[in-house]
């Protein structure tokens, strides 16, 4: 009997020796991956021209929580934990602009697991963006319009954007301004895929995808040049503007000159 019980206390304490060194071999390698994601895109943000930083500086998480991807993620009872991290920043023109990571915790019953993407981040005080989201355009969307539970908008003009692209937002019109040909074409060639802008913070991003290096430079590259041609349109309508503003401004009004008196 003493030598069952021993068995079964040997077996037991080898099984959780076993797991012990499971979880600590996965938490190193788990470590030893991030050092090196951190160590490669400390690398792409030199070549880039971008400063670096591995923990989050900025208060990215709080400054975006309004945008659907920050709030969808850190404000329901099965996803927490929202994090930023591998923070590169540098400039566009006048514009900030970031590439990072980012991650959160879901909650599914017993398990859980850990989200993580990459993020762009566009941030300048000159943009007036009406508040939009921009994803591809899935059979589940086309569902919905039919029954009439969801619609996009859409451009007649443009059927291939219309059918590839699933567009909402308040003040259509506004948006239907913000997407012109230009942009409609750049994202039509490079896609960045998801998009959300609000006021002046405009971020974009692949759900659920961490990108490797050349992936993430080849993605950088797609969203600078979206915003160049945000900050071109901004440019414009400044002109139109100032053009408008001038218009309005009333010419002096010319004074008679008194009729000179006859001498003598």
């Known amino acids: 009997m003493i030598l069952i019980i021993t068995g ?9 020796t076993s797991m012990f060194a499971f979880v600590a071999g996965a938490i190193w390698l788990k470590k030893k991956r991030d050092a090196q994601r951190s160590a490669d895109l400390m690398r792409l943000a030199r070549d880039l021209g971008l400063s670096f930083t591995e923990k989050d500086g900025y208060g990215l998480v709080a400054q975006l929580h309004n945008l659907n991807l920050f709030r969808f993620s850190g404000r329901r009872p099965w996803s ?33 697991h850990e989200v993580r993407q990459t993020v762009f981040f566009a941030n300048d005080k ?111 309508e400044l002109l139109n503007l100032a053009e408008l503003k001038k218009e309005d401004v009333l010419e002096p009004l010319e004074v008679p000159k008194s009729p000179e008196k006859r001498e003598g």
């Not at 079964?8 to 959780?16: K, P, S, T």
């Open 80 to 112: 927490r934990n929202g994090k930023v991290f591998n923070v590169m920043r540098g400039h566009v023109g006048e514009t900030e602009v970031f590439l990072f990571d980012y991650s959160y915790m879901v909650h599914t019953g017993k398990s859980s």
């Open 126 to 236: 000159n943009w007036y963006l009406p508040n939009f989201r921009l994803r591809p355009e899935t059979w589940w969307h086309k569902v919905l319009a039919k029954i009439g539970a969801g619609k996009d908008i859409n451009f007649p003009e443009s059927p291939d954007f219309s059918s590839k692209f699933w567009l909402t937002g308040e003040f259509e019109d506004l948006i239907r301004k913000q997407f012109d040909t230009d942009i409609q074409r750049l994202l039509m060639e490079r896609p960045p895929l998801h998009l959300e802008g609000r006021n002046y913070y405009l971020i974009a991003y692949k759900p659920g995808k961490a990108l490797n290096v050349d992936e993430a430079q080849v993605f950088f590259e797609h969203c600078r040049m979206l915003t160049q041609l945000l900050k071109k349109k901004e440019q414009v």
């Open 8 to 16: 079964a206390a040997v077996g037991i304490a080898m099984l959780a």
